[in-house]
């Protein structure tokens, strides 16, 4: 698939992906004989992963450590024992890590919330002219 298609499908738009695409974190599987960019749905995947690591605050270089991860534990080939406990290592570094932020942001939707309330609260006792 096209470009705008994957930023349909991903909500991300065509300049972020092209952003992941010159950082490194994906790359379009080929190329149609006119140049434009074709995405497989391994690729899709792949953005859909940055997708979700992105609002919880992960950067660029965590994000393509965790993809490597995964890549190199989805690859054909087989791993040596201590390799493969490595990446999964890895793994459940960015799972401890996804958990934390997650909770982060319930205390922080939980604050927003008692502030909108009390906003809400003040307006109501608050007459008007």
Same mark, same amino acid.
């Given at each position: 698939?096209q470009?705008g298609?994957?930023?349909?499908?991903t909500?991300?738009?065509?300049?972020?992906?092209?952003?992941?695409?010159?950082?490194g974190?994906?790359?379009?599987?080929?190329?149609?004989?006119g %140049?434009f960019?074709?995405?497989?749905?391994?690729?899709?995947a792949?953005?859909?992963?940055?997708?979700?690591?992105?609002?919880? %605050?992960?950067?660029l270089?965590?994000?393509?450590?965790l993809l490597?991860?995964?890549?190199?534990?989805?690859?054909?080939?087989?791993l040596p024992?201590a390799?493969?406990?490595?990446?999964?290592e890895?793994?459940?570094g960015?799972?401890?890590a996804?958990?934390?932020?997650?909770?982060?942001?319930?205390?922080?939707?939980?604050?927003?919330e008692?502030?909108?309330?009390?906003?809400a609260e003040?307006?109501?006792?608050?007459?008007?002219?």
């Amino acid at each position: 698939m096209q470009i705008g298609e994957v930023a349909a499908r991903t909500e991300l738009s065509l300049r972020t992906i092209r952003h992941y695409e010159e950082t490194g974190l994906v790359t379009p599987s080929a190329r149609s004989q006119g %140049g434009f960019r074709l995405y497989t749905e391994s690729d899709v995947a792949r953005l859909m992963v940055i997708r979700r690591m992105k609002p919880l %605050g992960f950067t660029l270089d965590e994000m393509r450590d965790l993809l490597e991860a995964t890549d190199r534990l989805d690859s054909r080939t087989e791993l040596p024992t201590a390799e493969r406990e490595e990446l999964l290592e890895r793994m459940r570094g960015f799972e401890q890590a996804t958990e934390q932020r997650v909770e982060d942001l319930r205390t922080q939707l939980a604050r927003a919330e008692e502030f909108a309330a009390t906003l809400a609260e003040r307006l109501a006792r608050t007459p008007t002219s």
